[in-house]
């Protein structure tokens, strides 16, 4: 046996693959009812935290606060394994803060799910998913806190690639000779991927990923949220955070709700706040908003627009590269993650594709069956990942005059199927004493070779050429001069390993002197068009 576990933004999904089966595990929730999945929530009071169903529990009570979608804290992963997540009045370590949920996932997979009795999850073998456009700091974070949370982890899959896999056991007839290509559209609850998977036998290589960093269900909700205090003629500021966060819960479970006849959202707005707040803000107990699901769906079709512009421009960039017309050799759309259970995302979808888009019986948990069947060798299936972003660092040109962006790591290489790494290599003379070196990762280049799309910055990197400089623990305040010979010959030498995570060694080939780290993101991210 092992497990495929998909930490999700709103819910976490585990699949277990137990001699060719590959069942959701269910849990218990407190109210007796049996869950597909395992809330990815938390609750603080004080130096108290309570995670999953556990938090779901306390929610409401005295001195409890709820706290949802915390896996977005991963996306800016600044300051590496030091960074902090604010919540409430509390700061606790990005890392232990995920460790943590991920051993009360362990704890309750043991003793509240349906996996065997006496099954210990610690000794299974794991798979886990990143999104597709996850920066390697991201990566990182999310590797080492499930291995300091005590699991097994032997894979670590891009989220739309177990989707193709799941896809391929469900659907294998819609793939022939001519249509081998298989573009996946995956809309979860923080995040937004989309890959284009060759399927050839039960080989699967990944062509190109592209995706967006915080969209998703998350944003669906608000959209929802803001048309209902739109009706109350409030803003988000009139509103206390308590009351804000339970309005935000019932318009997720009101989305949640929605098929292709529904015509009117209810939001039961009084029954979400409590009496003093209702005092405070003039709303009656029994108040509800009414808002027309064609409403809604004006309102979230930018953020659908945004998700297609993704797709197009994946799907122009591979035309190019193979010289084969657009969508010509697709076999199918595969639609996962939770927020495309929303009916206007498939619709749109199906004005575009036609009758070749499929979308999942198990959007919210066809991540996880995926890799469960991946990890399992009886299945057969191979994985090739790649890069999915473009990761370059930024030089002077002209002796300083201009600045120009240099690719170290393109978006399609493949990553290593084994423990190995693939490398590369750079080699200079410089002529300034101390070097400094501003890393990006991005979505893609533009027409002119500039990073565009998410673009995530890295930890500025220093590194002393004039040796005298070695013991000076503070480079980033020395002032840069530059000599007419150079200080040293020194070799750049970038690795990326399996799960896309990079590392940087710099060496001063003259003396062998040299620094190693991991490289971790800034907190410097934006959405270039």
Same mark, same amino acid.
């Not at 009360?104 to 006496?118: A, E, F, M």
């Given at each position: 046996?092992?497990?495929?576990?998909? #930490?999700?933004?709103?819910?976490?999904?585990?699949?277990?693959?137990?001699?060719?089966?590959?069942?959701?595990?269910?849990?218990?929730?407190?109210?007796?009812?049996?869950?597909?999945?395992?809330?990815?929530?938390?609750?603080?009071?004080?130096?108290?935290?309570?995670?999953? #169903?556990?938090?779901?529990?306390?929610?409401?009570?005295?001195?409890?606060?709820?706290?949802?979608? #915390?896996?977005?804290?991963?996306?800016?992963?600044?300051?590496?394994?030091?960074? =902090?997540?604010?919540?409430?009045?509390?700061?606790?370590?990005?890392?232990?803060?995920?460790?943590?949920?991920?051993?009360?996932?362990?704890?309750?997979?043991?003793?509240?799910?349906?996996?065997?009795?006496?099954?210990?999850?610690?000794?299974?073998?794991?798979?886990?998913?990143?999104?597709?456009?996850?920066?390697?700091?991201?990566?990182?974070?999310?590797?080492?806190?499930?291995?300091?949370?005590?699991?097994?982890?032997?894979?670590?899959?891009?989220?739309?690639?177990?989707?193709?896999?799941?896809?391929? =056991?469900?659907?294998?007839?819609?793939?022939?000779?001519?249509?081998?290509?298989?573009?996946?559209?995956?809309?979860?609850?923080?995040?937004?991927?989309?890959?284009?998977?060759?399927?050839?036998?039960?080989?699967?290589?990944?062509?190109?990923?592209?995706?967006?960093?915080?969209?998703?269900?998350?944003?669906?909700?608000?959209?929802?949220?803001?048309?209902?205090?739109?009706?109350?003629?409030?803003?988000?500021?009139?509103?206390?955070?308590?009351?804000?966060?339970?309005?935000?819960?019932?318009?997720?479970?009101?989305?949640?709700?929605?098929?292709?006849?529904?015509?009117?959202?209810?939001?039961?707005?009084?029954?979400?706040?409590?009496? %003093?707040?209702?005092?405070?803000?003039?709303?009656?107990?029994?108040?509800?908003?009414?808002?027309?699901?064609?409403?809604?769906?004006?309102?979230?079709?930018?953020?659908?627009?945004?998700?297609?512009?993704?797709?197009?421009?994946?799907?122009?960039?591979?035309?190019?590269?193979?010289?084969?017309?657009?969508?010509?050799?697709?076999?199918?759309?595969?639609?996962?993650?939770?927020?495309?259970?929303?009916?206007?995302?498939?619709?749109?979808?199906?004005?575009?594709?036609?009758?070749?888009?499929?979308?999942?019986?198990?959007?919210?948990?066809?991540?996880?069956?995926?890799?469960?069947?991946?990890?399992?060798?009886?299945?057969?299936?191979?994985?090739?990942?790649?890069?999915?972003?473009?990761?370059?660092?930024?030089?002077?040109?002209?002796?300083?005059?201009?600045?120009?962006?240099?690719?170290?790591?393109?978006?399609?290489?493949?990553?290593?199927?084994?423990?190995?790494?693939?490398?590369?290599?750079?080699?200079?003379? %410089?002529?300034?004493?101390?070097?400094?070196?501003?890393?990006?990762?991005?979505?893609?280049?533009?027409?002119?070779?500039?990073?565009?799309?998410?673009?995530?910055? #890295?930890?500025?990197?220093?590194?002393?050429?004039?040796?005298?400089?070695?013991?000076?623990?503070?480079?980033?305040?020395?002032?840069?001069?530059?000599?007419?010979?150079?200080?040293?010959?020194?070799?750049?030498?970038?690795?990326?390993?399996?799960?896309?995570?990079?590392?940087?060694?710099?060496?001063?080939?003259?003396?062998?002197?040299?620094?190693?780290?991991?490289?971790?993101?800034?907190?410097?991210?934006?959405?270039?068009?």
């Amino acid at each position: 046996m092992h497990l495929g576990i998909d #930490f999700g933004t709103t819910r976490s999904v585990v699949a277990l693959a137990d001699r060719g089966n590959y069942p959701v595990v269910t849990f218990s929730g407190h109210d007796g009812d049996t869950y597909d999945y395992y809330p990815s929530v938390c609750a603080v009071n004080g130096d108290e935290f309570r995670f999953g #169903f556990d938090a779901l529990a306390v929610a409401g009570q005295p001195g409890w606060e709820l706290h949802r979608s #915390f896996k977005r804290f991963l996306h800016g992963a600044d300051g590496g394994f030091e960074r =902090h997540a604010r919540l409430g009045d509390h700061s606790i370590r990005v890392v232990e803060l995920i460790s943590r949920f991920l051993q009360q996932l362990k704890l309750d997979l043991g003793t509240r799910s349906s996996l065997p009795k006496g099954t210990h999850v610690d000794e299974l073998p794991a798979a886990l998913a990143v999104p597709a456009n996850a920066h390697s700091g991201a990566r990182l974070i999310t590797l080492e806190a499930f291995r300091l949370a005590g699991y097994q982890v032997v894979a670590m899959l891009n989220e739309p690639s177990a989707a193709g896999v799941e896809y391929a =056991h469900h659907y294998r007839s819609t793939i022939t000779a001519k249509r081998e290509n298989v573009l996946v559209y995956d809309l979860g609850g923080g995040t937004f991927d989309t890959t284009l998977v060759l399927m050839s036998d039960r080989k699967h290589d990944v062509l190109k990923s592209r995706g967006i960093t915080r969209l998703g269900g998350d944003d669906f909700d608000d959209a929802l949220l803001d048309l209902a205090l739109k009706q109350l003629s409030f803003e988000r500021a009139d509103l206390p955070p308590g009351a804000l966060t339970r309005l935000q819960n019932q318009c997720r479970e009101q989305k949640e709700k929605m098929h292709a006849n529904t015509r009117r959202i209810l939001l039961e707005v009084g029954d979400a706040l409590t009496e %003093p707040e209702r005092a405070a803000l003039g709303i009656e107990h029994d108040r509800i908003c009414i808002v027309p699901a064609e409403a809604y769906r004006q309102v979230c079709e930018p953020l659908v627009d945004r998700t297609l512009e993704v797709l197009e421009k994946l799907e122009h960039e591979w035309a190019v590269e193979s010289g084969n017309e657009q969508r010509a050799d697709l076999a199918g759309v595969y639609i996962v993650g939770g927020a495309s259970a929303l009916p206007f995302v498939s619709r749109r979808l199906k004005d575009v594709y036609g009758r070749r888009t499929h979308r999942s019986h198990y959007p919210s948990c066809a991540i996880a069956i995926g890799l469960a069947i991946a990890l399992d060798e009886h299945a057969g299936f191979e994985v090739t990942e790649r890069f999915s972003r473009q990761f370059g660092v930024f030089r002077e040109g002209l002796r300083g005059e201009r600045v120009e962006f240099d690719v170290i790591f393109d978006s399609d290489i493949e990553l290593p199927t084994d423990g190995g790494v693939r490398e590369v290599r750079r080699r200079y003379a %410089p002529t300034h004493n101390v070097g400094h070196y501003r890393y990006v990762e991005c979505g893609w280049l533009d027409a002119k070779g500039a990073p565009s799309g998410d673009i995530t910055s #890295f930890s500025d990197v220093y590194f002393p050429f004039d040796r005298s400089l070695r013991s000076n623990a503070a480079l980033e305040r020395q002032d840069v001069l530059r000599a007419s010979h150079p200080f040293c010959e020194v070799e750049e030498r970038y690795r990326v390993d399996r799960h896309g995570i990079v590392e940087l060694t710099i060496v001063d080939v003259n003396d062998g002197y040299e620094r190693t780290q991991r490289l971790t993101q800034t907190d410097k991210q934006c959405r270039a068009s």
